[in-house]
């Protein structure tokens, strides 16, 4: 990348909060992943369906870090089922869909898987799919491009 393009970059932190609209969920903290190419989103009672042959997928998310209050039944187009390999090697076959999420002043569209990140310390990784051409990650920093940073 050349350094012209670097300096329209905007910069995030490692970790971030972030809006999914469509999800109802604002505010929300994610971890900047390089390492993922994929976005994932922690998710419970995940259930595919058809309705005249057109397939979707319900799932139930959460607003609040470590507590299940306020949780969110949502029901949203599936894009494909992908096989995401964690950082432990493991692979998953996981449903995938598309929804518009907000970082800073950036609103834009991305791919999110969905899984149980229950045990996981952050409830949402934020990939390098959705970061490329957008954002350079400064990992020695959280917040740059929260709604509170004033960004």
Not at 95 to 124: S, W
């Amino acid at each position: 990348m050349t350094q012209k393009k670097q300096e329209k970059l905007k910069i995030v932190g490692w970790r971030e909060k972030i809006h999914l609209p469509e999800f109802g969920l604002y505010n929300y903290k994610v971890k900047v992943d390089t390492g993922a190419r994929t976005s994932a989103i922690h998710a419970e009672d995940i259930k595919m369906f058809e309705v005249d042959g057109k397939r979707y997928v319900s799932f139930t998310v959460f607003p609040n870090q470590k507590n299940k209050k306020d949780s969110r039944r949502l029901t949203f187009p599936k894009l494909e089922k992908r096989t995401i390999r964690s950082s432990t090697g493991r692979e998953t076959l996981r449903p995938v869909v598309v929804t518009e999420i907000q970082v800073g002043k950036e609103v834009f569209e991305i791919e999110l898987t969905l899984v149980n990140r229950a045990t996981l310390g952050f409830r949402m990784l934020l990939g390098r799919t959705a970061l490329k051409g957008r954002f350079m990650v400064d990992s020695s920093s959280s917040y740059l491009q929260s709604p509170s940073s004033g960004n």
